[in-house]
């Protein structure tokens, strides 16, 4: 996976009922002006919310030919069982699957935030609150030279 041409994605598990309509709309929005300057590498890490918005969005881009590409970076362990049922059926569209832990700990979604912000030159996020495990990636992000686009603007 080349850094260059990928973004990661994070956001909030609970968005805004107001503001969902604009954050879909922007995100998709800057998807497309992303796949146009050559980004095909999408990753998520599959939280609910604003993670499992764009990977669908990813999904519907790679069933309209768009030539991109949905990585997970896995993590269900204390989910419901109602809950992995909707991540697997998003896992089975993945292009790739990245274990970044075998097992869950504390402290193990940071160190999966920090993979997947690693791993991209981008980073398109739904940022609403400070002192989050969001604002912990972006500003994470921001300090390791990442375009970041805030869709939550």
């Keep these: ?25 922007r995100l998709n929005h800057e998807i497309d002006n992303l796949i146009s300057k050559g980004v095909t590498n999408f990753i998520s890490g599959g939280s609910f ?27 269900d362990k204390l989910w419901s069982a109602e809950q992995r049922e909707l991540y697997n059926n998003l896992l089975a569209e993945a292009d790739e699957i990245i ?8 402290g193990c979604m940071k160190k999966r935030n920090r993979y997947i912000v690693d791993c991209s030159a981008y ?7 400070t002192l989050s495990g969001t604002d912990r990636t972006v500003r994470y992000a921001r300090r390791k030279g990442l375009h970041v686009i805030n869709v939550a603007d």
């Design 49 to 75: 919310g604003f993670e499992q918005v764009a990977a669908s969005l990813i999904i519907a881009k790679k069933e309209m030919g768009r030539g991109v590409r949905l990585i997970f970076a896995k993590q």
């Design 1 to 25: 996976m080349n850094k260059l041409n990928t973004c990661c994605f994070t956001g909030h598990r609970k968005l805004p009922k107001e503001k969902i309509e604009h954050i879909i709309k």
């Design 99 to 106: 274990y970044v832990l075998e097992e869950y700990h504390n």
């Design 123 to 129: 980073c398109i996020c739904a940022l609403l609150h």
